[in-house]
Structures are given as C-alpha cells and as structure tokens.
C-alpha cells in the first residue's frame, strides 16, 4: 500500500481517511475517500441511555463511547472495504464538546496514528458540520454563507473566496436544539427533543404565538426569551389542568416557527448585506423541516444557491469530520501526539 500512486499535489491517490467523532453522544466512524466519496458512515447512538434522563450525561456518554468505539471503528473500516493497512490518515474530533467523550475519541484516534504510522488530524466539531455540505455537493465552496445550528450552537459563518472563515453572529445565550430539547423535555416528547418537536407541529397549524428576540442590526441570536414563554405557557396550561394535544401542538409549532423565523432571517440579512449568493445550513438542527423548507424556498425566490445537507449529514457523523480533515491532510497538515480535547475549542 506504501506504494500506491500519487496523484497530482503529491497526495497518494486516493486519500482515504477514517474519521472518528465522540463530541458528545454519537459514537461515529467513517471512511471518506478524497473528502468527498463515503464508503463508510457508521452512527451508534446513546439517544436511549440519556433519554431516561431527558439529556446527555456526560458520564455515560464517555462509558459508552469507550465500550462502542473499538466495535465502530473496525466496522467502519470493514464497511468501506479496505483493511487499516489502506488508510492515509486518522482524523478526530478533538473540540468543541465534552471533555471526557472528546477524549475517548482522541485516545482511540492516537492508538491508530501510532500503530499504523499515519498522521493524525485534530478537527474542530462546528467546522466539520459545515463541511456535510461538500460530501453533499462536492461543488460547495466559497464563498457562502453558512448557518450551522445544534445543540450546543447557533453561529452565522462567513467564508470568502481567499478561504478566510469569520464568525458574523452567534446566539447571546441558548443554542437553538438546547431550547428544542428543553421544552421537549417539560412537554414530557423525551430527548432529543428537536425531531419531536418537529414531528409534532406537523404542518404548523394551530401555532401558539410565541416570541422572536429583536436584536437590531447585529447577526446574533437570543432564545432564551421564546423558551422561557414556551416554558410558561406550558406551565399554565399544566396548573389548569389544560395541557392537552392542541396546546402541545400549539407550542411546538409556534416555537418551531419562532426559531426558525429568527435562523433564517440573520442566514438571509448576512448574505444580503455582504452579497454573498451562496447560502448553506449545518448542525442538527438543519434537519428541521421547515427550516430546510423556508432557506429552499427564500433562496430560490432571491435567485441565490442554497446548499441543505441530508439530515444524515446534519445530525453528528463522523463523514463530516473526515471531510474537514481532507483538506488539512492535502495542505501537508497534521498533529502530534500531544493533540489534546478541547471542550471549549473556537475557530
Ligand atoms: O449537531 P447535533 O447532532 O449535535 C450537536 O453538535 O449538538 O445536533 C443535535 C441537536 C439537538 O438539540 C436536536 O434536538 C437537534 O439538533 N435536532 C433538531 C432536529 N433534529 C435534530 N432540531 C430541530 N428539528 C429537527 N428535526
Ligand atoms: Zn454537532
């Protein structure tokens, strides 16, 4: 294999990379050739273990990690056809996220490095949700306007031609999902609330209206407030002993309406103002449905592209991670084995 053939830039071709992603509670491995080819993309998911406590604890999602990534990895491998022996790299998510899930990761990642003697590539976790749009459409570059919104972040990214990436506006206080998630939970749908929340409102009729923060000209977002109306309603209604189907459905389609109304309005106003014609969405939360449908619609009727990624490739995967190391890999990048996790890591 050391004698493979190199393809233009020097790069053996082609570049297979696995990737691996314990950020927080999906255990997930991939082999992704040249960036852009998935030959593999394998999710174990803790939604069960933490859906009995209505949230990821970080505690368990470490244990699991450690007792699934072993198991993940080799059958990421086995899934895309090669051997260990075939593979360029090993890529890691090594931060955003929570310490101890990001480590089991970093530590399975620098076994790899090690063992196989292929460099290892640390990826930042926000980065890597915007690269699910290239595996969607290899055409995607700058420069776009990306929003990427999850459960632990809501940011509006800037990245022009020249590659320069800059953060245009993030949430002052929740993330968009952790407010899915957290009024999910006080409706009793479980976790993760988003796709409940999303299921729920269906076709948005009967929506409760709920506020939307009025941030002036800046790009950042609040949703504290519209959680804390949700929250309340949710809480009167339960006092009268009034909770039933219509009000559910109330909240989840006015909150659904309220946050998307309020992440599309700063994706579009950011791509007006520096007139950027390229619009993308990332994270979790880009699998909402009338998310999707309402930057669709917005875009084609402003004649811009819009780039909205499977939900598969929006929700946490190791694919993505894969991607976004591909192109640190091809830029002669790497880390030693001194990569640490970092829970707090920016851009
Ligand atoms: O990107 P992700 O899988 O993990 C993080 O990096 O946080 O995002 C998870 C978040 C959760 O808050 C979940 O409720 C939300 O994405 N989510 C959704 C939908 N599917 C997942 N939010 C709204 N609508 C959905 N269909
Ligand atoms: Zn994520």
């Not at 955003?96 to 590539?121: E, H």
């Not at 290899?138 to 031609?161: E, K, Q, T």
Request: aromatic share 4%.
């Amino acid at each position: 294999m050391r004698g493979r053939p190199r393809g233009r830039a020097g790069l053996r071709a082609p570049v297979r990379i696995l990737a691996i992603e314990t950020s927080c509670d999906e255990t997930a491995c991939a082999v992704v050739e040249d960036g852009k080819a998935v030959l593999s993309d394998v999710v174990a998911s803790q939604v069960k273990a933490h859906g009995v406590y209505g949230g990821v604890v970080p505690e368990i999602a470490s244990r699991m990690h450690i007792e699934t990534i072993t198991q993940v990895a080799e059958k990421a491998v086995r899934d895309a056809g090669i051997g260990y022996g075939d593979l360029d790299a090993v890529a890691v998510t090594n931060g955003p996220g929570l310490v101890g899930a990001l480590l089991v990761g970093i530590s399975a990642a620098k076994g790899m490095s090690l063992a196989l003697g292929i460099p290892l590539i640390g990826v930042n976790h926000v980065v890597a949700h915007i690269y699910a749009n290239q595996i969607d459409d290899p055409a995607f570059g700058p420069p776009f306007i990306c929003l990427v919104a999850s459960g632990g972040h809501s940011h509006v990214f800037r990245a022009d031609a020249g590659g320069k990436v800059s953060v245009m506006g993030r949430t002052r206080d929740d993330a968009a999902g952790e407010v899915f998630d957290k009024v999910a939970r006080a409706l009793g749908l479980g976790y993760p609330g988003g796709p409940a929340i999303d299921a729920v409102a269906g076709d948005g009729s009967g929506a409760i209206a709920l506020p939307r923060a009025n941030l002036g000209d800046s790009f950042d977002y609040s949703f504290s407030g519209v959680k804390t109306a949700a929250l309340n309603v949710i809480g009167s209604h339960a006092r009268e002993g009034a909770l039933g189907p219509a009000t559910v459905r109330g909240v989840c389609s006015g909150l659904r309406m309220s946050i998307v109304d309020a992440l599309a309005a700063n994706l579009f106003r950011a791509a007006s103002m520096t007139g950027i014609r390229n619009v993308a969405i990332a994270g979790g939360v880009a699998a909402n449905r009338l998310l999707r449908e309402t930057v669709a619609a917005r875009a084609a009727s402003e004649s811009m592209a819009a780039y909205i990624p499977p939900p598969r490739l929006c929700t946490d995967n190791a694919a993505m991670v894969a991607a976004a190391a591909y192109h640190r890999y091809a830029s002669g990048e790497s880390d030693g084995l001194d990569l640490d996790a970092e829970p707090e890591l920016s851009l």
